[in-house]
């Protein structure tokens, strides 16, 4: 059975020749929240295929086929690397059919009928499988752990002996090499033989002393040579496993600088067995160093995380040995590719990094070299000839809030989501955008930035229609860029992302560009338009921003009262001291201040606000229906004893007119009077208001 959080789906095998039993089934075990990808076999071809294409967790024999004996069939099953429990479902169960079952090496045998039971013995064989895996994958942790142990013994200026009852089973080429002996010479010697005669006592007082405590123990003694010379060392002795059988180890460490032993032993240690390369701790010393180094010289360092796309596939369909071959093949690829002053790493199963310190190049340039590289490489697994791609994720080392293990974990989350795209890929971690942003929210930015690097980015106008028959021409101005599906999106879905990432001020500055273009052209053809832009709150927080929108203003050449600045009522009571600061600023200049989408609730906040136009919410037409004029109209005459010009927005029909008629509004928009449009051609004076 799966182990919690792990929902990767059981490989079943349904052994029937009625597939319509076997989808029963197969539907009962998910019913009852067993994941299975299930394959229905009637034939020993079918079944040999399944083995030699997959790894299976399960079989299920629904009967016993003519042209497939359960005995065929569990020869088969015996080829896959992890034991496959087998089921049999008897219409005409019995204990002696139960028992020739079991006898034949059926792991179970039930009533066919019996489902729930079905579903109980399932679970526990599946927690059988889940401990061998669990064990094979210990058993794989064992060898590259011995093999380590291996590097060690074999590379230690130490000299290391195991010892069963006296005897040397094992020593290291320093230790027969320190005593003076041939390999084959000292296999057959004693533990004796090696210390003078003076300190016989000793060596058996430690020994007894270990065998007693089980605990390491050490004693500087004499030891002696083949030609009779002796020298001065410390004798440590512990308990230790070689070949499954239970020792001690002897390690003799001469009284002397081991410096140098010590450097072999961080070397040795820094290694991961099975690629050569550096593992994941040796890698986050050196990420450490570069990342301090980096913020010092203030040039760049890159972390690149390199996962293999499909590696879970490969290790299902060749297994962990096999799967070792391709690590090592992946990790020469690394070190063939990477400059000198580069460091690549092991750091997980399928997963790898390469470290570029100190550089000026772009954080994507590497990326798409290794990517580039992959295309032309082959790897083998299993003798089988492989072409592999990779996911890579980027990090730029230098910002002064990440730690390199925050480093790792953004490298690791942009690969990862490359894979979730298909792989193949690179992605360079932006701090402000991935870390600040949901995958909905990132979607719409993408789409945005795609818009407006391709130019497909727009004003979209609506008409507002004076109700006491001023012939001024206004709208109200919507940025708008064109999405992938052909669409114009609206720019309010974008301006909460813009904020958050604190460029919605850039926004700003394409819209108040843009309109100053079309007023410009208004101008020229004779004609008097009014727009409305919004300003948003990074843009409110410029100290320099009435200086600036007038200074664009007068480099254009239009009157100022033909642009008004609008400001959210929800950010005016976020910033309502700047925004006051603002309304005086503006006064001073001949700016025109709106404030929009303001509701019954902000009667209070309008009586300390003065601006030139006020646009109502649209929730307000709803309040006037359902509550009457009475809870509207203290509202709107607050603002109009401001002096402000009031503007209904969102009206969708002419009973929502004939409600607001009575309270005075100088002006009115909606698809009612018009939806937003591209183009500045809406005929004010074919309106019947």
């Known amino acids: 059975m799966n182990s919690k959080g792990n929902k990767n789906p059981i490989n079943t095998l349904i052994i029937s020749n009625s597939a319509n039993d076997s989808e029963q089934i197969a539907s009962h075990l998910k019913n009852q929240g067993l994941a299975i990808r299930h394959t229905v076999i009637s034939n020993s071809e079918q079944l040999k295929e399944a083995v030699d294409e997959k790894q299976w967790q399960q079989a299920l024999f629904l009967n016993e086929l003519d042209n497939l004996t359960v005995q065929q069939a569990l020869a088969m099953l015996k080829t896959q690397t992890i034991a496959v429990p087998t089921i049999m479902l008897s219409e005409s169960y019995s204990e002696e059919f139960r028992f020739d079952c079991l006898a034949k090496g059926v792991k179970d045998c039930i009533p066919s009928t019996a489902l729930d039971l079905l579903t109980f013995v399932v679970k526990r064989e599946q927690l059988l499988v889940q401990a061998q895996q669990e064990l094979t994958s210990a058993s794989k942790l064992v060898s590259e752990t011995s093999k380590r142990n291996e590097l060690l013994l074999d590379s230690s200026k130490d000299a290391i002996a195991y010892i069963h009852e006296g005897m040397h089973i094992y020593t290291n080429p320093t230790y027969f090499e320190r005593f003076g002996y041939d390999e084959d010479e000292i296999i057959v010697m004693t533990i004796m033989d090696m210390i003078a005669a003076e300190d016989t006592q000793k060596v058996k007082d430690l020994l007894k002393e270990q065998a007693q405590t089980g605990e390491e123990v050490s004693q500087i003694m004499r030891g002696k040579t083949a030609d009779g010379e002796t020298f001065e060392a410390n004798f440590i002795v512990s308990s230790a496993i070689y070949d499954d059988e239970h020792c001690v180890q002897l390690l003799v460490r001469e009284v002397a600088d081991n410096a140098e032993l010590m450097q072999k032993l961080k070397e040795a240690s820094e290694i991961d067995q099975i690629t050569g390369i550096y593992n994941r701790p040796a890698f986050m010393d050196r990420l450490e160093k570069a990342v301090e180094k980096s913020r010092e010289t203030g040039l760049d360092a890159y972390l690149n995380f390199i996962e293999i796309d499909k590696f879970k596939d490969y290790r299902s369909e060749f297994g962990l040995a096999a799967c070792d071959e391709l690590l090592k093949g992946v990790a020469d690829w690394l070190k063939a590719t990477c ?91 932006n701090p402000s955008i991935d870390s600040l942003l949901s995958d909905e929210d990132k979607a719409v930015y993408d789409e945005f930035v795609e818009a407006r690097e391709a130019g497909h980015m727009t004003l979209f106008y609506q008409p507002m229609m004076s109700l006491k028959g001023n012939p001024s021409q206004q709208y109200m101005c919507y940025l708008r860029y064109q999405k992938k599906d052909g669409s114009w999106g609206l720019a309010p879905s974008i301006f909460s992302v813009m904020e958050r990432l604190g ?51 007068a480099k254009s050449g239009i009157d100022k009262e033909k642009l008004v600045f609008t400001i959210n009522i929800q950010n005016v009571a976020t910033y309502q001291k700047r925004v006051l600061e603002l309304r005086e600023a503006f006064n001073e200049r001949g700016l025109l201040l709106c404030i929009s989408g303001v509701d019954i609730e902000h009667n209070e906040l309008m009586g300390a606000m003065k601006s030139d136009y006020v646009t109502f919410a649209g929730s307000l037409l709803e309040t006037l229906k359902t509550q009457g004029p009475e809870k509207v109209v203290p509202l709107v005459n607050i603002t109009t004893q401001s002096g402000a010009k009031t503007i209904i927005t969102q009206m969708e029909d002419a009973s929502a007119l004939a409600q607001i008629w009575p309270l005075g509004i100088d002006f009115a928009m909606g698809n009612y009077v018009s939806k937003p449009v591209s183009k500045l051609n809406y005929d004010f004076a074919a309106s019947d208001f």
């Open 503 to 553: 460029i919605d001020a850039e926004i700003d500055k394409i819209t108040l560009k843009h309109s100053l273009k079309v007023l410009m052209k208004e101008k020229a053809e004779g004609k008097s338009t009014r727009l409305f832009l919004t300003l948003n709150p990074n843009t409110l927080l410029n100290d320099d921003l009435p200086q600036l929108l007038e200074a664009s203003i």
């Open 339 to 429: 400059d000198n002053q580069f460091t690549a790493a092991r750091i997980s199963d399928s997963s790898f990094a390469v470290l570029i310190p100190q550089t000026d190049s772009l954080p994507s340039e590497f990326a798409k070299k290794l990517l580039a590289s992959i295309e032309q490489q082959m790897f083998e697994i299993s003798g089988q000839t492989k072409r592999i791609t990779v996911s890579i994720g980027t990090v730029t080392c230098t910002d002064n809030d990440l730690t390199p293990s925050k480093l790792m974990a953004h490298a690791t989350s942009v690969a990862h989501k490359v894979q979730d795209n298909g792989g193949n890929d690179y992605k360079v971690f």
